[in-house]
């Protein structure tokens, strides 16, 4: 199976691999560690504080905290620094170099203050890393090209992100089964939805409020057109279009960091990125539940979604072609390069195309829903060894569109209501870690696979020398 991913990524990924670059595999040699004066405190702090810019990218664009670590310590490796402690938490990076038994040892230590979806950034820093590994780079210059990653302007404009937002709900509004008129008001209301919160995240409004206003946004215009168009035959279900922003509003969220830390070793951090996931989507539910009690005085009562929808073959291909487009569009609204989108496309269609084809079976959607996730990690690790693209990229908008919108609305309407909805709520956690857990070891599976002459970015386990 990974074998045939494989091939077919090289195929279909064939007229943009041209213009990646890379070295030629064979002639990619591990640079070797430059030898460094112990004694020379400014080159020591020079290559510290390198390792901990570089750190900082990758954490503040959700990498775990054991691959952030590695990748500071290889750093410092290649430079000389051997024998240098690091120590990884939700928003710091500490580094010690110890210089031997006679001189004091040098620490460095360096704050994440915001989390930032460019993916651009996390690209250019990924080949950095291969730079030094490949080309061994001096620290100043590495230095040179840091500053020029974090002060570039994004790549796209905002107002092309803002639509990517919209179109990402549109295709999610696509992969629930939904009807032209449903992707339509999906599309315009998180487009108002983003913009709102934008303004909000000017002001300095913490993240939870923004997460629960755009909870309450989302509900409104669902609201508004129901006792319109409930009788119309369009086709208009409200359920859809707050379960999509509800999905798009969880998108980015750090539950894959969670999980990869809990798993690689890192509980400390992992339970803080899991305490971020749960309250800002505590924020969404309580903005929705709100939104809900608010039209409720108006006399407009949403109907309530009691169960799934039912499935069928016919409904695989829109399910593959949604899943393919909000993909898509989640990777340019986080300013992916455009090297990444079609690598996105793919991923979207396969995560969505495998759950389509499990939820035919009688494996539950839990199961169908990791076994895809597993697929996604698979083809997002592939990704990354053929220097495309960090697999963080790919994993992460890969599953963006099979994110537990609708049992999180169906749990909250149930308990608001007293009909229930404990198990559903149950479910779409479920759903949320077996997608983290699947995509996890979906990349882990990609590396084993690695050919040996191309250096691995991300590695989950530092390799015995």
Same mark, same amino acid.
């Given at each position: 199976?990974a074998?045939?991913?494989? $091939?077919?990524?090289?195929?279909?990924m064939?007229?943009w691999?041209a213009t990646i670059?890379t =070295?030629?595999?064979?002639?990619i040699v591990?640079?070797?560690?430059?030898? =460094?004066d112990?004694?020379?405190?400014?080159? #020591?702090t020079?290559?510290?504080? @390198?390792a901990?810019?570089?750190?900082?990218v &990758?954490?503040?664009?959700?990498t775990?905290a054991?691959?952030t670590?590695?990748?500071v310590?290889?750093?410092?490796?290649?430079?000389g620094?051997?024998?240098?402690?690091?120590d990884?938490?939700?928003?710091?990076?500490? %580094?010690?170099?110890r210089?031997?038994?006679?001189l004091?040892?040098?620490?460095a230590?360096r704050?994440?203050? +915001?989390?930032?979806?460019d993916?651009? $950034?996390?690209?250019?820093?990924d080949r950095?890393?291969?730079k #030094?590994r490949?080309?061994?780079i001096t620290?100043t210059?590495a230095?040179? =090209?840091v500053?020029?990653?974090t002060?570039?302007?994004?790549? +796209?404009? $905002?107002?092309?992100?803002?639509?990517?937002?919209?179109?990402?709900?549109?295709?999610?509004?696509?992969? &629930?089964?939904?009807?032209?008129?449903v992707?339509?008001?999906?599309?315009?209301?998180?487009?108002?939805?983003?913009?709102?919160?934008?303004?909000?995240n000017r002001?300095?409004?913490?993240?939870? *409020?923004? !997460?629960m206003?755009g909870?309450?946004?989302?509900?409104?215009p669902a609201?508004?057109?129901?006792?319109?168009?409930?009788?119309?035959?369009?086709?208009? /279900?409200?359920?859809?279009?707050?379960a999509?922003?509800?999905?798009?509003?969880?998108?980015?969220?750090?539950?894959?960091?969670?999980?990869?830390?809990?798993?690689?070793?890192?509980?400390?951090?992992?339970?803080?990125?899991?305490?971020e996931?749960?309250v800002?989507?505590?924020?969404?539910? =309580?903005?929705?539940?709100?939104s809900?009690r608010?039209?409720?005085?108006f006399?407009v009562?949403?109907?309530a979604?009691?169960?799934?929808?039912?499935?069928?073959?016919?409904?695989?291909p829109?399910r593959?072609?949604?899943?393919?487009i /909000?993909?898509?569009?989640?990777?340019?609204a986080?300013?992916?390069?455009?090297?990444?989108?079609?690598?996105?496309f793919i991923?979207?269609?396969?995560? /969505?195309?495998?759950?389509?084809?499990?939820?035919l079976t009688? @494996?539950?959607?839990? *199961?169908? +829903?990791?076994?895809?996730?597993? %697929?996604?990690?698979?083809?997002?690790?592939i990704?990354? $060894?053929? /220097?495309?693209?960090?697999?963080l990229?790919?994993?992460?908008?890969?599953?963006?569109?099979?994110?537990?919108?609708?049992?999180?609305?169906?749990?909250?309407?149930?308990?608001?209501?007293?009909t229930?909805g404990?198990?559903a709520?149950i479910t779409?956690?479920?759903?949320?870690?077996?997608l983290?857990?699947g995509?996890?070891?979906?990349?882990?599976i990609?590396?084993t696979l !690695?050919?040996?002459?191309?250096p691995?970015?991300?590695? *989950?386990y530092?390799?015995?020398?």
């Amino acid at each position: 199976m990974a074998g045939f991913l494989s $091939r077919t990524l090289d195929r279909l990924m064939g007229p943009w691999q041209a213009t990646i670059d890379t =070295i030629e595999p064979g002639s990619i040699v591990v640079a070797p560690r430059k030898p =460094i004066d112990l004694h020379d405190e400014a080159s #020591i702090t020079e290559v510290l504080d @390198l390792a901990l810019r570089i750190g900082a990218v &990758l954490l503040d664009a959700g990498t775990g905290a054991i691959d952030t670590r590695h990748q500071v310590e290889f750093v410092a490796n290649i430079y000389g620094l051997e024998d240098v402690d690091v120590d990884v938490t939700f928003n710091t990076i500490l %580094i010690c170099a110890r210089r031997g038994s006679t001189l004091p040892p040098i620490t460095a230590s360096r704050t994440v203050y +915001y989390r930032s979806l460019d993916f651009t $950034r996390l690209a250019q820093v990924d080949r950095l890393v291969r730079k #030094i590994r490949q080309l061994s780079i001096t620290p100043t210059t590495a230095h040179r =090209i840091v500053d020029e990653i974090t002060d570039a302007p994004h790549p +796209y404009p $905002r107002w092309v992100a803002t639509i990517a937002w919209g179109l990402m709900a549109l295709g999610i509004g696509v992969f &629930l089964g939904g009807t032209w008129i449903v992707w339509l008001t999906a599309f315009a209301t998180t487009v108002v939805v983003i913009e709102f919160n934008r303004r909000l995240n000017r002001i300095g409004t913490p993240p939870f *409020f923004q !997460q629960m206003a755009g909870g309450f946004l989302a509900v409104l215009p669902a609201a508004l057109l129901y006792p319109v168009l409930e009788n119309s035959g369009l086709g208009f /279900s409200p359920q859809q279009i707050i379960a999509t922003g509800i999905i798009v509003l969880l998108s980015g969220l750090t539950l894959v960091g969670s999980v990869q830390d809990a798993i690689t070793g890192a509980p400390i951090t992992a339970a803080a990125r899991f305490t971020e996931v749960l309250v800002m989507t505590g924020g969404i539910m =309580i903005g929705v539940a709100l939104s809900i009690r608010f039209v409720g005085l108006f006399h407009v009562h949403l109907p309530a979604l009691t169960a799934v929808p039912p499935f069928g073959a016919a409904d695989v291909p829109a399910r593959v072609i949604g899943g393919a487009i /909000s993909a898509f569009a989640f990777a340019l609204a986080s300013y992916a390069e455009r090297r990444a989108l079609p690598a996105a496309f793919i991923s979207g269609a396969i995560g /969505s195309g495998v759950t389509a084809a499990l939820f035919l079976t009688d @494996l539950g959607p839990i *199961f169908s +829903y990791a076994a895809a996730a597993i %697929i996604v990690g698979l083809v997002g690790g592939i990704a990354a $060894r053929r /220097s495309l693209t960090p697999p963080l990229v790919v994993a992460i908008a890969g599953i963006t569109p099979l994110q537990p919108g609708q049992a999180i609305y169906r749990g909250m309407y149930g308990l608001m209501t007293g009909t229930g909805g404990s198990l559903a709520m149950i479910t779409a956690l479920a759903i949320g870690v077996g997608l983290a857990t699947g995509v996890t070891l979906g990349e882990f599976i990609a590396r084993t696979l !690695q050919r040996p002459q191309l250096p691995t970015t991300f590695p *989950f386990y530092r390799r015995r020398r």
